[in-house]
């Protein structure tokens, strides 16, 4: 597997992560 694709890979899931946190605090927080 290119180190490209895996870092892109890791980008995507890092992102996901962060909306995921986001999502996740606006609904505790209303």
Known sequence: MK???LLAI???LFCG???IEIFLK???GT
């Open 3 to 5: 180190k490209s694709h």
């Open 10 to 12: 890791m980008i995507a």
């Open 17 to 19: 992560v962060l909306l």
């Open 26 to 28: 606006n609904i505790l």
